[in-house]
């Protein structure tokens, strides 16, 4: 065999190499420059101290430590509706807060005072965010870093990085759990949709109702109604937790803490679920404290029917 044949093999294997070589990297650098960046934070607006929340002068409300407001936003953004709030009206309601006297506490100080234990600064109030948006880290971070205030974020672990970054990304929930201004709270796994809960096509919550199996003609029993919940909100806390927060605190979505349901019995269960995981409980009706583990703020919403996220 002469030189020539020997060298075949090694010539066709380094051609191959070269031209897999050939392909694979424009293809590499195509998919690593098509790569979405997560969104940077945005600058702060600058607003005056002295601002106030339109003719209200926050000066005129008594001091007081024996409460606890809960002020709850969503989207910090320039989005219309009636869940988004633009950075700099939240900048100047922000500033009002400030210049007026109020502290905003963190999960552990609300839980104490649920408790019965540890004292409150002078004009107490809770800031939280629903969802997990990503615009709660971009915009609404820098003006609580510029105010000195701290806030909680109520988490849906099972939306983190979707939608285009409308929701947080996990470098971001990462970087809000380091930074020491945020409480990362639990506001289910996948539960915060729509489900089909009758025969009819009609959707409702997936707390507060049986769901319909379509391919078993019929609704879940309790105990599957049990099971779906523990699981939903056992993972809830486990991807929390990968993130430095043991949760303490739960917001129910959509408010759906009661109502609306499809069977009366599965209430006991669900709350039951929920005091054994959390200290405290969250719903948007209007109120006050009811028990040690309800928290009732001056928030609203109205479910709607289609079986898709929605705020809350």
């Known amino acids: 065999m002469s030189h020539s044949r020997l060298l075949r093999v090694p010539r066709r294997m380094i051609g191959g190499a070269l031209c897999l070589v050939a392909f694979a990297v424009p293809v590499y ?22 601002v106030t929340l339109g003719d209200i002068r926050l000066t005129q409300i008594p001091s007081y430590k024996n409460a606890v407001p809960v002020l709850v ?35 552990a100080e609300v839980v104490a005072f649920l408790d019965g234990h540890g004292s409150l600064p002078a004009r107490p109030f809770l800031l939280t965010f629903d969802d997990g948006l990503g615009s709660a880290w971009r915009a609404a971070d820098p003006i609580l870093a510029r105010y000195g205030f701290r806030a909680i974020s109520f988490v849906i672990t099972g939306q983190l990085g979707e939608h285009g970054f409308y929701y947080l990304h996990p470098s971001e929930l990462r970087a809000m759990a380091d930074s020491g201004r945020w409480d ?47 699981h939903d909100l056992d993972l809830n806390v486990r991807e929390l937790k990968q993130y430095g927060s043991n949760p303490q605190l739960f917001a129910y979505p959509f408010s759906a803490a009661r109502t609306p349901t499809n069977d009366p019995h599965l209430i006991p269960i669900l709350h039951q679920l929920v005091s054994a995981r959390f200290r405290a409980s969250f719903t948007s009706t209007d109120g006050t404290a009811r028990h040690p583990r309800s928290c009732r703020g001056s928030r609203s919403t109205t479910p709607r029917p289609p079986p898709r996220s929605s705020p809350d």
């Open 184 to 230: 990362i709270e639990a506001h289910t796994h996948l539960a915060h949709q729509y489900a089909q809960v009758d025969s009819a096509g009609d959707y409702g919550p997936p707390l507060t109702n049986r769901l319909w199996l379509a391919g078993q003609h019929r609704l879940e029993t309790e105990s599957e109604f049990a099971a779906r919940i523990k």
């Open 73 to 107: 936003y969503h989207d910090i953004s320039e989005r219309s509706g009636r869940y988004a709030v633009s950075p700099r009206v939240f900048a100047e309601q922000m500033a009002a807060l400030k210049t007026e006297g109020f502290h905003a506490i963190s999960a």
């Open 29 to 50: 650098l195509f998919i690593r420059t098509d790569t979405p960046q997560v969104p940077p934070q945005l600058p702060v607006p600058s607003v005056a101290l002295s």
